[in-house]
């Protein structure tokens, strides 16, 4: 397993000077005091990339001799796996109510690098895979990644890897192409079909993964070759061998790489995956993908029960490119063929509609996507997003509307995708850029440090943050509309033995304003407005407020 790796060539690592460890304290003041169960269908997830998040560690910034120029925002910048723990020990994610994080695939890239047509590129994003069971180094080691996981659940904050099954990375002058039983490399996609979406090359040059094969095949030579200059070439193949021996699977292509991807969970706790390019791979693959990540979850869970956070099960969330769920439903139409991706292993889908649905106003998104997910027959789950790394077209692009932008993904039912710098007004438009490379800049942290606006903007996404996060009510509970002048509504949940109520306001006169709480709270009960963090006491149904804010959050005092 990686885990094993990890133990055999930690001596070596440390020779390199390649694994400087730094304890990171954690203070009890850091994590959420909350202690509402924790639902996917509210939770709050925060998107990054991993190079352009935040450098924890400089001396990993460059290497495999990748110092070509490369086009702007093309090459890696130096974000890892070690500046994301530093960030989440800072407690930066719970004070923005982050209650998991999903990062870009931090798998070892292809060493060189190639030009789709929008510049010369290194695998910055992860996407291009060379080696599944070890890591990028520009990213960190496996030990970064164990500390990663470990912090982030002292902090009760979940961890989403990014899974690739689809496709090996791009073939350069140093990275050979995997052999022809392993991949096709044409015909590229046309999507007007089924067959057209999913046996095929996403682009030019992205060897295809033949993910509906079951003939048995032999490792890469150039694979075993790097295991056995690395001196783990026996280890792998005797995991491999247990993994088939207990499945029963044949040695096909895809399954090398559940077993690959599956380890991560079984060696380090990691809680759910987003699942890449999921229409391009037979919707079978996916269900025996969850179903492996499933054991492994359960056996990490045995294995280190003083640290499980709680009984939730593994998550997995997929991307369908451009699927407009809400209105489509719960079958992705290829044009000849509709396919369920719920009944192939997924929790939930990205909604790629929400961009869309939020440029009407407030109650109109709030109650049609309460009504949609909340339907007992044909209700769902999805994981909604106004910006994100591959979207051209973000709800805010030129960063006008970034107040509306939180409170409009906080506030909405289901889960929500916070892409990073969306709390900071990171620019989405750079200079000089092709392509999704301006969407993918590294994190502003100077200007929450010394702009006033951008401090202004990040309370505003942290105030709201928290609130979803003590709420489950907010994502995954009945939205109901108490006024709409002004506008007033409420949001509850009853789930097992949990019950969860609040009242928000949106849009309303700074200064004095009475709130109608509907009985939410009982006459005489004391409210807290989170916003303004001021409290109140319920008056014959009302609560009369006296703020700066046009805001109000109300939650039971206890």
């Known amino acids: 397993m990686i885990k094993n790796l990890l133990m055999t060539s930690?001596?070596?690592?440390?020779l390199l000077g390649a694994c400087k460890e730094s304890k990171q304290e954690v203070t009890s003041a850091e994590k959420p005091s909350n202690e509402a169960p924790f639902y996917w269908e509210n939770a709050s997830i925060y998107f990054l990339l991993t190079d352009r998040f935040n450098n924890g560690d400089k001396s990993n910034d460059v290497n495999f001799d990748r110092t070509l120029e490369t086009a702007?925002?093309?090459?890696?910048?130096?974000?890892?796996?070690?500046?994301?723990t530093e960030k989440i020990a800072s407690g930066y994610f719970t004070e923005l109510g982050i209650n998991a994080i999903w990062f870009t695939p931090v798998v070892e890239q292809i060493h060189g690098g190639t030009d789709e047509g929008t510049g010369f590129t290194y695998g910055f994003h992860g996407y291009w895979a060379k080696d599944w069971t070890a890591l990028d180094p520009n990213f960190g080691t496996l030990k970064d990644l164990e500390t990663l996981v470990k912090t982030a659940h002292e902090h009760k904050i979940r961890i989403v890897m990014d899974a690739v099954i689809n496709h090996t990375g791009p073939v350069t002058d140093i990275d050979p192409v995997w052999p022809e039983n392993w991949v096709r490399t044409s015909p590229k996609c046309e999507y007007n079909s089924y067959e057209t979406a999913v046996h095929c090359t996403l682009v030019e040059n992205l060897p295809d993964i033949l993910t509906e094969s079951d003939e048995a095949v032999d490792l890469p030579e150039a694979l075993v070759q790097k295991w056995k200059n690395e001196g783990r070439y026996e280890q792998e193949m005797n995991e491999l061998d247990a993994f088939f021996e207990r499945t029963g699977y044949p040695r096909a292509p895809r399954f090398y790489i559940i077993k690959w991807l599956s380890d991560f969970v079984r060696d380090y706790g990691i809680d759910g995956f987003r699942a890449d390019t999921v229409r391009h791979i037979e919707e079978e693959v996916w269900l025996e993908f969850k179903t492996e990540c499933d054991l492994a979850f359960e056996q990490w869970k045995k294995e280190n029960s003083a640290?499980?956070?709680?009984?939730?099960?593994?998550?997995?969330?997929?991307?369908?490119?451009?699927?407009?769920?809400?209105?489509?439903?719960?079958?992705?139409?290829?044009?000849?063929?509709?396919?369920?991706?719920y009944d192939h292993g997924f929790d939930s889908m990205i909604n790629f509609e929400f961009k869309k649905s939020a440029t009407g106003g407030y109650e109109e998104l709030f109650a049609t996507y309460s009504d949609t997910l909340n339907n007992k027959e044909?209700?769902?789950?999805?994981?909604?997003?106004?910006?994100?790394?591959?979207?051209g077209n973000p709800f805010d692009k030129e960063r006008k509307k970034t107040y509306e932008t939180a409170t409009k993904l906080l506030l909405s039912p289901g889960t929500a995708q916070v892409y990073y710098g969306d709390e900071t007004a990171r620019e989405l438009i750079i200079e000089g850029t092709q392509g999704d490379a301006t969407l993918r800049s590294f994190m502003n942290w100077e200007a929450i440090e010394s702009d006033a606006q951008t401090k202004e903007l990040l309370a505003h996404w942290q105030k709201l943050g928290v609130f979803r996060r003590d709420h489950p009510a907010i994502g995954a509970g009945q939205h109901s509309n108490i006024s709409m002048a002004p506008y007033i509504f409420k949001r509850e949940l009853s789930k097992d033995t949990f019950t969860d109520a609040v009242v928000i306001g949106l849009d309303l006169e700074t200064g004095v304003k009475s709130i109608n709480v509907a009985n939410v709270f009982v006459s005489g009960a004391e409210v807290h407005d989170a916003y303004s963090n001021t409290f109140a006491q319920v008056k014959d149904g009302t609560v009369t407020l006296d703020t700066p804010y046009s805001i109000v959050l109300l939650e039971s005092k206890n």
């Open 10 to 14: 930690l001596s070596f690592l440390l």
């Open 72 to 84: 702007p925002m093309r090459g890696f910048q130096g974000g890892d796996i070690k500046g994301i």
């Open 307 to 341: 640290e499980v956070l709680d009984d939730t099960d593994f998550y997995m969330v997929g991307e369908v490119y451009d699927y407009d769920i809400i209105s489509s439903g719960k079958s992705f139409d290829f044009g000849d063929v509709k396919v369920n991706y």
């Open 378 to 391: 044909k209700g769902f789950q999805v994981l909604n997003y106004l910006t994100s790394h591959d979207d």
